[in-house]
């Protein structure tokens, strides 16, 4: 033990900073945060020195899991908001591989000012996300959107978007594409360029169609870019706060876990810290039991993340 | 089965000015024959492989397999299996899906894709591998298995595309010996380009040699080794390389340092009438012996000796008129002379010598 602090106690040293960091950044409100869901904490009984008023919460064991996953819909209607989320994330993110993955093979190919698109492409990505989801916003208005104009100029019907209905929805998710888009296609478009050339001149010469090649080369070749991409794109997306917070605010059809967690902690008479922190917790539970079943399936398909 | 014919094939890639990557090529290769395309790199042989795969376009003439015209045929139709040098297997399929592959696109019935797969891994050997993927296999496992998967589908015509050289040494000489038994048991035409003139010489039934995309050469390997048709054949076939120097000319044949080559009166005739006072003269190091005190000879300064245990290699210079030349000479292992010491050097026998005319590259002597 001696010898070997002697011998790799700068590699330790090294690391020491990031442990403490992360550390005081993640785990400690991580456990503080679990903590709390077992309390009924709430802004009338945390401590506050300006009032000079002590902690007055009391612990109340499992009763905020009951009740948020009781689906009462005056905590949020917990089961009805999961669905909504999941809707939400599986369309994000089958829209951003899909539509990235098509940008990208459109971008593999040798064409001329390849260069040019390929910035354009990238550039919603490097637009802060409340500025394209403020632009996004008044595109979508009513009465002065470019959206709704432009269906006016041609006689089509003009919906509410961002109103009370499904519709604001398919906004966010329109929004929120627009935004996750340029990631997955750079990342995939490196996934195409480690390809080796002659995997497809050998299955052209197999006899392979067009369409054969994507499947069995291109699709297989890119496997750790989407498996990758698609587990970010999952958590990404199931945390996705700020375009949704940003383009329809606390819209009860655009309600996802998260935004629900944020509006009980920060909005609403009593902010409630407990059952705000029972959905951080809830999340963080769903997440990992995602993570943990597609690490599954990937090491069944024989690929390693 | 099928014989394969290049028809003033040419490839050229545009550019300015467009480059002639193959120039004109006219090549038949039989049925069932065993052909070489050797050459530096940028000579054209893998361009020239690619046309008759397929993958590179024919700009003019055209390609034949089978006596038809397939110029415009893609890889597909043409009958053909190729073996890559970096051997392209598919890695996220076993070894048994790569080389059933081709069948499978083809729709043939998965027991028989199953009977044809053990069969081909029986004959290299990989029936144990079948369902290992490409990366759990050796360099020389993988290699069989791109020879697996051409085999598999029983194409008219094999292309091979410096299959070995991703090998040790070891192991290439190996699979060299195998591919060319392999090919006279199928009996299927094969077209097999390499760099190395050592597997040129050993695996074809006749080898092409190309330069800058032009055919120099194409025969059999002893007719390249004996009668290269120019000087750049003469010095790229053969190990170490032959000695190509240009000497001055007087009325008996080839002046060299205190020898004199006779040449035959038909060589020297002709040389006169084109009025040359010079030729490039070319002896092989294994034509060259150490001579006796009595003999003529050239004097040689050792300047290296290369000892392989049978042979030994004398690198050394002569001066041939004001210029120092250097000369290789393959000499007995036992006794090879010391660094630094001057030998004499003859000729061991005067029909071993190759003349080539100093400008053009193209052989003089009958």
């Keep these: ?62 009763r905020n899991y009951a009740n948020v996953l009781s689906g009462d819909s005056s905590y949020g209607s917990f089961w009805a908001t999961l669905l909504r989320t999941v809707i939400w994330t599986f369309c994000c993110v089958f829209l951003h591989v899909t539509i990235g993955l098509g940008l990208a093979l459109l971008l593999n190919r040798p064409m001329r000012a390849r260069a040019l698109y390929r910035v354009l492409l990238i550039l919603p990505w490097a637009v802060p996300a409340f500025i394209s989801s403020f632009a996004w916003k008044y595109m979508f208005n009513s009465q002065f959107g470019i959206i709704n104009q432009t269906l006016r100029a041609l006689g089509l019907p003009e919906p509410v978007w961002l109103g009370q209905s499904n519709l604001a929805l398919v906004a966010v998710i329109i929004v929120n594409v627009w935004v996750g888009v340029p ?123 | 089965m099928a014989e394969v014919a290049y028809v003033n094939a040419s490839r050229v890639f545009p550019g300015s000015p467009p480059v002639r990557a193959v120039d004109q090529l006219e090549l038949n290769v039989a049925d069932g024959e065993f052909l070489v395309l050797v050459g530096p790199s940028g000579s054209g042989k893998s361009t020239a492989l690619r046309m008759l795969a397929g993958l590179e376009d024919v700009d003019e003439g055209a390609i034949e397999i089978g006596g038809k015209d397939v110029t415009n045929v893609p890889p597909k139709g043409r009958d053909i299996a190729m073996v890559f040098q970096s051997y392209a297997l598919y890695p996220h399929m076993t070894v048994a899906e790569n080389m059933g592959f081709a069948l499978k696109l083809r729709g043939v019935p998965k027991q028989q894709i199953k009977d044809k797969v053990a069969e081909a891994a029986k004959m290299l050997d990989l029936t144990k591998y079948l369902d290992r993927k490409p990366k759990a296999l050796s360099g020389g496992q993988r290699q069989r298995v791109a020879m697996g998967r051409a085999i598999v589908r029983e194409p008219s015509v094999f292309l091979m595309d410096e299959p070995l050289s991703n090998l040790d040494a070891k192991l290439r000489v190996e699979t060299r010996a195998n591919i060319a038994a392999l090919q006279k048991r199928l009996d299927t035409t094969t077209i097999y380009v390499t760099h190395d003139q050592v597997e040129a010489m050993t695996m074809g039934h006749r080898v092409a040699v190309l330069k800058d995309g032009l055919l120099q050469q194409c025969d059999t390997p002893r007719e390249l080794y004996e009668r290269p048709a120019n000087a750049f054949v003469a010095g790229f076939m053969g190990s170490p390389a032959m000695n190509l120097k240009t000497v001055p000319l007087t009325a008996e044949g080839a002046q060299l340092d205190g020898l004199v080559v006779p040449l035959p009166r038909t060589v020297l005739d002709s040389v006169a009438a084109e009025g040359l006072t010079e030729v490039t003269f070319g002896v092989r190091p294994e034509a060259l012996h150490l001579a006796g005190a009595d003999e003529d000879g050239m004097e040689l300064t050792v300047e290296l000796v290369e000892e392989l245990g049978a042979d030994a290699y004398v690198y050394g210079s002569v001066r041939i008129g004001d210029a120092s030349e250097r000369f290789i000479v393959r000499v007995d292992s036992r006794t090879p002379p010391a660094f630094g010491q001057k030998v004499k050097v003859a000729v061991r026998d005067n029909s071993e010598i190759h003349l080539f005319h100093p400008e053009s590259g193209k052989r003089l002597s009958a």
């Design chain 1, 1 to 62: 033990m001696r010898r070997f602090l002697d011998r790799y106690w700068y590699a330790y040293a090294m690391v020491l900073p990031v442990v403490v960091v992360t550390a005081v950044l993640v785990l400690i409100p991580l456990v503080q945060g679990i903590y709390f869901t077992f309390t009924d904490i709430n802004e009338a009984n945390i401590a506050n020195p300006l009032l000079d008023r002590v902690a007055g919460y009391v612990s109340v064991g499992f």
């Design chain 1, 183 to 305: 990631f997955n296609m750079i990342a995939l478009l490196g996934g195409l360029q480690s390809i080796p050339g002659d995997l497809y001149e050998a299955a052209e010469i197999d006899g392979a169609t067009p369409w054969q090649r994507f499947r069995h080369v291109t699709l297989p070749g890119l496997r750790s870019v989407t498996s990758t991409v698609v587990l970010l794109g999952v958590i990404w997306t199931f945390n996705m706060f700020a375009v949704i917070y940003l383009v329809t605010g606390m819209n009860p059809y655009t309600r996802t876990l998260i935004t629900y967690a944020f509006e009980r902690f920060f909005a609403g008479a009593s902010r409630d810290y407990a059952v705000a922190s029972t959905y951080g917790a809830l999340i963080l539970s769903v997440l990992l039991v995602f993570a943990l079943f597609y690490r599954g399936v990937l090491r069944r398909q024989g690929e390693t993340l």
